[in-house]
């Protein structure tokens, strides 16, 4: 069996868990840092490589296909932000959000650029 599937279960899941993100979005760089280093720790597990070999980003990224803890985080936030604009969150979310931006501004400020 591979270790592939057991740190992406236990480790990369509980990143990307709604709870966390929210909280983790106005979150200073030294919280992010520390869950950083958690996912390179396990990208090193899956990759039977040491502390300070070299590749581990373009491993994590290209091979393991796993974000960076940031763009995880943003990537969450979008996502759920695009559920709630097309009904296809919980009620509890929808309420949260809001257009700040009507759709004539939108398309007016597509076409102005």
Known sequence: MSVDPLVHAFVASRVDYSNCVSRLAGAPKKTTDKLQRVLNAAARVVSNRGKFDR???????????WLDVADRIRFRLCV???KCQHSMAPGYHTEDVRSVVSDLQLVTLFLTS
């Open 55 to 65: 590749g581990l980003t373009q491993f994590r990224r290209h091979t393991l296909h």
């Open 80 to 82: 759920q932000v695009y």
